[in-house]
Each structure stands twice: as structure tokens, then as C-alpha cells.
């Protein structure tokens, strides 16, 4: 059984960071690009970023360029998002999401919720 | 700046059949965007049903169905059952490891 794990959320000040972590299992986690999507509250679903299977190629909205780093250790078959500079607007439920082609997510995490406040 | 458009919401008589829609705010929606649909309950991870543009994720009911409909693209859902009550969301594929979420829209089932 597929399982995505997120973990590392938290209440966080305005410019400050956090890291979000993503344990998967279930799956040969190599042969998958790995995404995160989040969800402000009572909004809809954002795709936030992406990164391939082997951690070289990355993707991201344009909201987060410059702020936002995905990675992945396959080694721990885990995947990351360093979140810094953090704004009110990134406010949200975090999802982990594997995907696949063509081009769509058929497995997804639980969700890590992210406060940013003073 | 792609945008993708849903209607807000949308209401349905149980029994009955909606469709839909997912549409770019400039350009058509076609298959090589690989359109796919999800359904969310509140508190909960989204639930895929349909993925490139019309083949349902396994254990999703034969009710769920996809297209493309002119320049957008569809979910069909026919004989609404009340469970059916539900956000659901379109994703388009914009190459370059890059999706849009639609808004999503709001299924009411009375």
C-alpha cells in the first residue's frame, strides 16, 4: 500500500522557515517525481512544486521562486520542502504527492498544516 | 499567468446528472494538457478520479466519467448519489514539470 507521510509543520513568525518532510513507502520511490501541493484555508489546491527522480531537475509557482527548495534523500525514500522567508499567504495545508504520467496524482499524503503568524 | 476556471459551485438533484467544466482563461483545454479530476471531502487528501482527460482511477465508480467538451474539458457525473457532496478539482499539465489547479467547485447534492 502507497503511504505519504508528512511531518514538520507548525505555527511559524512572518520571515521565518520551516522544513516539511515527506516519508514514503509502498512504492520503488525512485522511479516517481515527487510534488508538493498545499491548500490555504477554505481555498482550493495549489501545486507548489516538483522535483524529478533523481533530485536534479525542480519546479516551482512562481509564488515561492526564490523562497522554496525542494529535495529528496532516496536513500530514506523521503522528500523535502525548506520553506523560508515566510509570508502570511503561505498559510496552508501542506500535501505530499507523488505523480506519474501522464501528467497526474494518483497518491497523496495526509497533509502538514503551516501557520505563519506573529 | 495561467488560469484555470471552475464554476464556484453547483447543485444537483440525487439521481440526476452534472457535468463540470475545467477551462483556461486564454486557449483551450485539450489532451495534451492531460487533464485529470479530484474530489475532496473537508479534512480530507484529495481523492483522484479521472486522469488523462478520461480514464477513471481504479475503484472509482463507472458514474464518474470524463471529456472534452468544445474548448474545455468535462467530469460527468451521472446518477448523483448524496456521497457524491464534494469539492472537486481539475489540474491541467503545463509541461516543464509545471501543473494549475482549477478553483474547484462546490457539488451540492439536494
Known amino acids: 500500500e502507497v503511504q505519504l507521510v508528512e511531518s514538520g509543520g507548525g505555527l511559524v513568525q512572518p520571515g521565518g522557515s520551516l522544513r516539511l518532510s515527506c516519508a514514503a513507502s509502498g512504492f520503488t520511490f525512485t522511479d516517481y517525481w515527487m510534488n508538493w501541493v498545499r491548500q490555504a484555508p477554505g481555498k482550493g489546491l495549489e501545486w507548489v512544486a516538483k522535483i524529478d527522480q533523481g533530485g536534479r531537475e525542480e519546479s516551482y509557482v512562481d509564488s515561492v521562486k526564490g523562497r522554496f527548495t525542494i529535495s529528496r534523500d532516496n536513500a530514506k525514500n523521503s522528500v523535502y520542502l525548506q520553506m523560508n522567508s515566510l509570508r502570511g499567504e503561505d498559510t496552508a495545508v501542506y500535501f505530499c504527492?507523488?505523480?506519474?504520467?501522464?501528467?497526474?496524482?494518483?497518491?497523496w499524503g495526509q497533509g502538514a498544516l503551516v501557520t505563519v503568524s506573529s | 499567468q495561467t488560469v484555470v476556471t471552475q464554476e464556484p459551485s453547483f447543485s444537483v438533484s440525487p439521481g440526476g446528472t452534472v457535468t463540470l467544466t475545467c477551462a483556461l482563461t486564454?486557449?483551450?483545454?485539450?489532451?495534451?494538457?492531460?487533464p485529470s479530476w479530484y474530489q475532496q471531502t473537508p479534512g480530507q487528501a484529495p481523492r483522484t478520479l479521472i486522469y488523462n482527460t478520461t480514464t477513471r482511477s481504479s475503484g472509482v465508480p463507472a458514474r464518474f466519467s470524463g471529456s472534452i467538451l468544445g474548448n474545455k474539458v468535462a467530469l460527468i457525473i451521472t446518477g448523483a448519489q448524496a456521497h457524491d457532496e464534494s469539492d472537486y478539482y481539475c489540474?491541467?499539465?503545463?509541461?516543464?514539470?509545471?501543473?494549475?489547479f482549477g478553483g474547484g467547485t462546490k457539488l451540492t447534492v439536494l
Open positions: 486564454s486557449g483551450s483545454v485539450s489532451i495534451s494538457h492531460y
Open positions: 489540474v491541467l499539465y503545463m509541461g516543464g514539470g509545471v501543473w494549475v
Open positions: 504527492a507523488r505523480s506519474q504520467w501522464p501528467g497526474y496524482f494518483p497518491s
